[in-house]
């Protein structure tokens, strides 16, 4: 405890320091005046000033989701807070550790329709993991550190910590981290050791087992990532991935069939519906991966490893529920298998001994799905970029430089999901749960400010990346090496694909008809641009876009009406995918499926 | 899911939480955004030195929905305890009501009658009125107030259901 009392600004930044925050993304206003004198004053914390609260949240994600550490936030009261929620919902969505520090008018002023006043912590309370509105400078220090711990601990999400100005101006003592440990907050972290018998007897009886990891693993960490790929390993197992957990298994691994899900791999949903065991960790049965829930999975028995116990039995029943957190249970589950003697599965490689012939005949029936070259697409006109063509060629061309892919929403999405591999977790950036068109660009910059000499790739689309476009100013400020790839097709893609499977053809207001020209954006903005309509001239492109030590908009112009396969239509089931556009005309979308989003 | 009318079953949760700004409006905001049941919801301080406050919320939902209610609740912060007293075996469900009757003659004498055999108490008085209080399960509830519709019913102030285990042990 600090013997000389200090003012509640200066509690708020010392409190980030003690946590080992080194970057604040934030835009100042009257609120949070005091706090921005505080940080004037001081040379520990550096603050990167975005153009809009929205982008702060988002290039705070990328941050986070890069460095496994907490992204913080600081915006001011009313508009900076409501500007803020976007993002805040986004984080919750996909469980991303955020601490939001937000201004609010004086205690006495409160309630009272003040200027720039909303009810931050009324708005954020749903879209939030917690938050804390602070009226007494002594809970100060104490609320800092504990928004810390609450946001990382358990299933990570955003708190947002709501402080009126006459808080920061208060003088108060400040208490160390050691104090911000939730009086009774205890997220189990081991589970049920008898639960872990269960699941290594199903798992060693199982013919057909599949392992489906998602963005729990990557929050667990890269330790608990290692473990899940020795266990794959040593089961000689199967493996899908969910879109948040991309490269929790490395993807060059034998074992990975690539993703699941709406517009995952089709041998990866076959796995899926034929299983006779599936093996969930830190995955959630989202909609997006499950498709009809009643025709899910349907001959599997189910494990469950998660931390959130509302994640387990929520959409489907599970046999053996596994809470936890998935590196802990994983370690768990390792020990336990290893008591057994078992086969020896070749290392790193597919021997298939383990499980014996039933294992075998899995295998082949991977195989022969595999087979089915699910990604193919026409590549029959040669003047015409596919935007397959597009990410299968950047992917190609920066792999060596190991680089940070962060994507906005649709079509550009997805294909960047199919087309890149990731083998290794903290490398892939995308709005899974809440779609936010937007995103890219702005966690691109956090990416960028976390790891200042990585190769930072935002995959856009043309209509996203116009979302938050204002960010190229603040990546002009802080000279950050940003590339921006656009699959430039003028459609919001995926709502044209929607319209064109769903709708009739009737393209109602998905096209843009006045695009920017995105050379001059990026040289407004200090820059450079290059747009690129020819397949025999996108390397070339490419390459000046990654030897470029700047920011770099490479604006691809891209076929109009390619569409996005395979795709499980809404309202079906895993072996009712759509594998390419000779599918269409026996389109199975049901009545119930129109409904469904 | 499935078949969305079949077995919707009862329960009544009791939820010790954190006595801090918020925390109803946290639980209530649960229910309403996850599109859950309430059928009634008490809360009241029940340790001022630990400030705990206790909640009791009877829902109602499939068994797979009792279930996520629970686990939702149990996530939210300033939650330390949920009890699902419909599973956990016997507890006793009380609940109070004020009900004001106004009328003169044989339907006032009946209301009074009515209000002995139900062992609710007259706790105000005038000559064309009575405020009768009643604590009981709520069926029983129920049933006064039906009966004191035809003879003056004039206005009902119920708490909702509090509830707790049976026996010894302690939440």
Known sequence: ?597 | MADPVANIERHTIAVLVDNEPGVLARVIGLFSGRGYNIESLTVAEVDRVNSLSRITVVTSGTPMIIVQIKAQLSRLVPVHKVHDLSDEGPFVEREMALIKVAGRGEARIESLRLADIFRARVVDATTESFVFEMTGASDKLNAFIALMDPLGLVEVSRTGTVAIARGPGRF
């Open chain 1, 1 to 597: 405890m600090s013997a000389e009392p200090i003012c509640g600004a200066d509690i708020v930044i010392k409190a980030l320091v003690d946590q080992g925050v080194d970057v604040v993304f934030g835009y100042p206003g009257g609120a949070v005046l005091p706090i921005y004198d505080s940080l004037f004053k001081q040379n520990a914390l550096r603050h990167i000033l975005v153009r809009q609260e929205g982008g702060a949240v988002h290039a705070a994600e990328g941050y986070a989701r890069s460095t496994g550490k907490v992204g913080v936030v600081l915006v001011t009261s009313g508009p900076g807070a409501t500007n803020a929620v976007t993002g805040l919902t986004d984080a919750l969505m996909d469980s991303v550790p955020i601490v939001c520090l937000t201004g609010q008018v004086p205690t006495h002023l409160i309630g009272n329709d003040a200027f720039q006043e909303a009810d931050t912590t009324g708005i954020t309370r749903p879209c939030t993991k917690h938050n804390y509105l602070v009226k007494d400078v002594a809970d100060l220090a104490r609320i800092m550190h504990e928004a810390f711990y609450v946001a990382r601990s358990g299933r990570p999400g955003p708190v947002v910590v709501d402080l009126p100005k006459d808080i920061l101006f208060a003088l108060g003592r400040y208490t160390g981290p050691e104090t911000g440990r939730h009086k009774s907050y205890r997220p189990q972290t081991q589970a049920d050791p008898a639960r872990i018998d269960e699941a290594v007897a199903l798992i060693a009886a199982a013919k057909r087992p599949l392992f489906y990891g998602g963005g729990g693993l990557i929050n667990s960490g890269p330790e608990a990532c290692a473990r899940f790929t020795e266990l794959v390993r040593l089961v000689d197992a199967p493996c899908t991935l969910t879109l948040m957990g991309l490269g929790a298994l490395p993807a060059s691994d034998p074992h990975f069939l690539g993703m699941v899900g709406m517009h995952g791999m089709y041998e990866s949903n076959m796995a899926m519906h034929g299983c006779d065991l599936l093996i969930a960790v830190g995955s959630r049965f989202d909609d997006r991966v499950t498709g009809r829930l009643n025709a899910f999975s349907p001959t599997s028995k189910k494990i469950h490893i998660d931390i959130d116990p509302s994640s387990l039995n929520k959409n489907v029943r599970i046999d053996v529920p596994l809470l936890g957190d998935c590196g802990e249970v994983l370690g768990a589950l390792l020990s336990a298998w290893r008591k057994e003697p078992r086969p020896e599965a070749s290392p790193g490689g597919r021997s298939h001994a383990a499980g014996g012939a039933a294992r075998n005949a899995w295998w082949r029936q991977i195989d022969a799905w595999r087979a089915r070259d699910c990604l193919r697409y026409d590549r029959g006109r040669s003047d015409l970029i596919k935007p397959q063509y597009a990410l299968e060629r950047l992917y190609a061309l920066t792999r060596e430089r190991d680089p940070y892919i962060t994507t906005e929403v649709g079509q550009h999405q997805m294909w960047a999901a199919q087309f890149f591999r990731f083998d290794k977790p903290y490398h892939w950036m995308t709005s899974g749960g809440l779609g936010t068109m937007g995103y890219g660009l702005p966690a691109a910059m956090g990416v960028q400010i976390a790891h200042p000499d990585a190769l930072v790739i935002d995959v856009a689309g043309e209509a996203s990346i116009l979302m938050n476009i204002q960010e190229m100013s603040t990546i002009a400020q802080y000279r950050l090496p940003v590339k921006v790839f656009i699959l430039n097709n003028q459609y919001m893609g995926m709502v044209r694909q929607w319209q064109e499977l769903l709708h009739g053809g009737r393209y109602s207001e998905s096209y843009t008809a006045a695009l920017p020209d995105f050379v001059k954006l990026a040289d407004a903005f200090g820059a450079v641009g290059r747009q690129v309509s020819r397949p025999d001239e996108l390397d070339e492109a490419i390459r000046e876009m990654i030897d470029t030590p700047s920011a770099f908009i490479l604006d691809v112009a891209v076929d109009q009406t390619e569409n996005c396969f395979p795709m499980i239509p809404s309202g079906a089931a895993h072996n009712e995918m759509l594998l390419g556009p000779e599918d269409k005309a026996e389109s199975p979308v049901s009545e119930e499926g129109m409904v469904l989003v």
